[in-house]
């Protein structure tokens, strides 16, 4: 495990997303990071297609939690 260097204006900008999202500031980080890499990796798909995919994944089926698709 590494440290990576940001600017402060992006760090303030974690701070706030990882507030609303309850999620830590490292954890909001490795989410940013990972979901850009995946939308990089996979640009005929949508950002809300890239999160689908990942949480079906995971073996969350979106549908228990009312969400039409």
């Given at each position: 495990?590494?440290?990576?260097?940001?600017?402060?204006?992006?760090?303030?900008?974690?701070?706030?997303?990882?507030?609303?999202?309850?999620?830590?500031?490292n954890a909001q980080a490795a989410f940013?990071?990972?979901?850009?890499?995946?939308?990089?990796?996979?640009?005929?798909?949508?950002?809300?297609?890239?999160?689908?995919?990942?949480?079906?994944?995971?073996?969350?089926?979106?549908?228990?939690?009312?969400?039409?698709?």
């Amino acid at each position: 495990m590494g440290i990576v260097n940001i600017e402060d204006d992006l760090h303030e900008q974690l701070r706030k997303a990882s507030k609303a999202s309850y999620r830590s500031i490292n954890a909001q980080a490795a989410f940013w990071i990972k979901i850009g890499m995946l939308c990089e990796l996979n640009p005929q798909l949508t950002f809300h297609q890239v999160l689908l995919r990942e949480l079906k994944e995971a073996g969350v089926d979106p549908a228990d939690a009312g969400v039409v698709v």
